[in-house]
C-alpha cells in the first residue's frame, strides 16, 4: 500500500482507513437506546464511515497533488462541508439520545385559504393551517445551529472539551453549502474558505471524534493524520490579502482569481 496517491498505470494504491476500523470506531456511541433502533442507526453509521473516509481522501489529494488556487478552495471547501457534516450527524445523535431533541404533538392535517379580496386598495388572502394533536409526541428534525447550541449549553461531549467555543464558526460555515445564496458581491467561495477554516474543521473534528463520547475505542489513531493537516500555496511568492470577509487568504501574486 502506497502513502500517497497513485495513478492508474503504478502498482501500488493509496487506501483511505478501512470502513471496518471506521465503524468499530463510530459503533462506541453509535448503539441501539430508547431513540435509535438498529435499523436507524445502521445508515447514520454507514454515511458518517463513508464521509470520514472522502475527508482523509481530500486531505490526501491536498497533500499530494499541486492543484490551482481555485481547485485547492475548492477541496478545501469539500473538506469543510464533509467534516461539517460528520459533527453535525454526530450532534444530532447525542442530543436525540439524551432526550434533548425536539419534539411536537402537532401535525398538519389541512390547510384553508381564502379568496382574494381588497382593503383599501390593498390585496389581501387568508391561509389557515390545520394541526391534529398526536397521541405521541413526534420527532422534529433540529437544524444544525438548534444541536450545536444543546450540545454546548448541555455540555455534552463532556465538561471537559476543549472546542465548544469553535463550534459557532462551523455552523456558518456549514450553510455555505448553498452556493446560490450569497450575502454580499464578496462572500464567494474563493473569499470564505482558506487556511484558517481548513485548521478549524481539521481541529475540532478531531477532538469531536476523540472526545469522551468515544471512550473506550481502540481506533483513535486513525485520526492522526488531522492534527498535522495542512496545506502549501505552490508559489515563490505569495502575498496576504485582506478581503474584509472571513479570514484572510493567502493569495499567489502573480495571479488573480479571474484568470484561474
Not at 503504478?10 to 431513540?35: A, I
Request: glycine share 4%.
Amino acid at each position: 500500500m502506497s502513502d500517497r496517491l497513485t495513478l492508474k498505470s503504478e502498482n501500488v494504491t493509496w487506501y483511505p482507513t478501512s470502513m471496518s476500523s471506521l465503524e468499530g470506531h463510530l459503533v462506541v456511541l453509535l448503539k441501539d437506546n430508547d431513540f435509535f433502533t438498529g435499523d436507524e442507526i445502521y445508515p447514520i453509521k454507514k454515511n458518517i464511515a463513508y464521509s470520514l473516509q472522502f475527508i482523509q481522501f481530500v486531505n490526501q489529494i491536498i497533500n499530494d497533488i499541486s492543484l490551482s488556487s481555485v481547485l485547492l478552495t475548492q477541496n478545501i471547501k469539500s473538506f469543510v462541508v464533509h467534516g461539517a457534516a460528520v459533527i453535525e450527524a454526530i450532534f444530532n445523535f447525542i442530543v436525540v439520545s439524551s432526550g434533548y431533541g425536539s419534539t411536537t404533538q402537532w401535525r398538519k392535517a389541512n390547510k384553508h385559504s381564502s379568496q382574494e379580496y381588497a382593503l383599501s386598495g390593498v390585496k389581501y388572502k387568508n391561509e389557515i393551517e390545520v394541526l391534529e394533536k398526536t397521541s405521541q409526541p413526534i420527532s422534529v428534525q433540529m437544524t444544525f445551529d438548534q444541536l450545536a447550541k444543546k450540545v454546548e449549553s448541555k455540555k455534552l461531549l463532556g465538561d471537559s472539551f476543549p472546542a465548544y467555543s469553535k463550534i459557532k464558526p462551523i455552523r456558518q460555515l456549514r450553510n455555505k453549502i448553498h452556493i446560490h445564496d450569497s450575502d454580499h458581491s464578496l462572500d464567494t467561495d474563493w473569499n470564505n474558505f482558506g487556511r484558517s477554516q481548513f485548521s478549524l474543521i481539521s481541529d475540532v473534528l478531531h477532538k469531536v471524534l476523540t472526545s469522551e463520547i468515544f471512550s473506550g475505542s481502540n481506533y483513535f489513531n486513525q485520526f492522526d493524520y488531522l492534527t498535522t493537516a495542512s496545506y502549501t500555496v505552490n508559489s515563490t511568492s505569495s502575498t496576504i490579502i485582506d478581503l474584509g470577509v472571513a479570514e484572510c487568504q493567502i493569495l499567489p501574486s502573480t495571479q488573480l482569481e479571474n484568470l484561474k
